[in-house]
């Protein structure tokens, strides 16, 4: 298993464990949690598959996915108490896996044969349509709709992929560069509490 | 018409019924009822086509699925009295209808060439997608995410009919033990008002 | 670029700015209302391509519809205090937009072989479920389903279409017919505050 591998199932650990506890906060049954752990941590990327025509969905090929799943539900049960202590490194996980699952989605575009713009809608499908279709779920307005940049990341580091690439950048440079970008924007906008800005309506 | 077809018409008209009802309930108008109809009763087995690749979609082969909707909008309006009265055989049929389109679900898997798990999980989509869809248009939570063992029904006899098939039991019988086993399941869990546990979250 | 592709693209911009509106009400950031554009403008024509199994699709295909959707970001923005007065084209540009829309997925269904019923579903699906979908993420209730004739005024056109081409009509007259039918039907009911009935239920 090499160590994107390990990147990824950590990441679709993190992510569902995550949309386990918002779940259980809402008294979801453990059937409940399991749907929106997976809603969480593989809805994005079957949005990407089904948009791409890529079958079978990565989770039907590669069953590890909905057996993370299944996993993280005892998981998140047996260490109840100490996640609330993991607020950090769930937090970090949780923006690698917003870098990853760009790079991720950019690529699967890409090898489909779609070219820089479709790419990036990908990259970003793939990095937040799982939160959102949780939330839709939890018949709540979507988070990454109103707070803090999230999806700008994503698009801005899969923008700049793109412009790497324009210009002769090795590849393991560029994916690199993009993904520690990803990460960086995520971590400053959170330290400096940034935001996009709002449109203010007159009615 | 067998009486496999003949089930899974009465299923599909039930399902719609029950969906207009709630519709009707929040005030939705006519069309709104039978996009309701149509999402509770249909929208399980879209999801499993669109996740599977099977095209054309079910009901665009067979348009007699899609008349059933148009014809429960009336049904409802005329017997809207009475199926007040009718609650112990509309539950029965919904419990017949779970266990049903999860076989239905299990096969077409079957048949696309996945295994067991891809399998159980199609079976379970195309009993409970619809239903889900259905409240999300509603905007209200999900029910079965909260209530009642209704897709771990699904699971168990699903997970049952392929350790039926392992020990080689012939498909009729294995068909057959499992449906009554998921019909049993469910009637049990409402008769002994039986549910999942909640994880219990510590913030 | 033909008067149809005119009409298309200002549709898609109308329905654009109408969804980032609603966005910014929802105190939305930028990027969230940019998804509720592109759902609202391209949800529709989406879903249709999917259950038609149509690849690539056609905002993949065309790139110009993804950055009519980034333009009408800035647009709204701009003109946000001219955009109250614009209340009458704007309604008659979403009226002109539900009938093209319908037209066009009428034809791309007709298109991939299917006949009328299916063709029928297909043209109100593009016309209303961007709607439907930016409901949905804007956790409200899909307007369609309890104010007004709009769902309907597609079905009754494209209804017409097909009795129009029974009877030999020419292609360019059933076209035209129709779409002059949703649109006076729309206008007829707003003006004369039409709406379908709702169905009482006895619980």
Known sequence: MD????????????????????AAKKKFDLF????IGFATALGGGTLRDVLLDIHPIFWMRDLRYIYLILLAVPLTFIFRQYLVK????FFLYDTIGLALYTMIGLQKALAAGYGPTVAIMMGMI????GGVTRDVLLNE???IFRK???????LAGASLYFLLEHYNVPQVWSISITTIV???IRLLSIKYKLGLPVIKVID
Not at 86 to 89: L, M, W
Not at 148 to 154: G, K, N, P, V
């Open 182 to 184: 990803i990460i960086t």
């Open 3 to 22: 160590f994107i591998t390990v990147l990824d199932f950590t990441g679709v650990l993190v992510f569902a464990i995550s949309g386990i506890r918002l």
């Open 141 to 143: 307005v979507p988070l």
């Open 148 to 154: 803090e940049i999230y999806a700008t990341a994503c």
């Open 86 to 89: 993991f607020k950090t490194p």
């Open 126 to 129: 793939t990095a937040v349509a």
């Open 32 to 35: 409940g949690a399991a749907v």
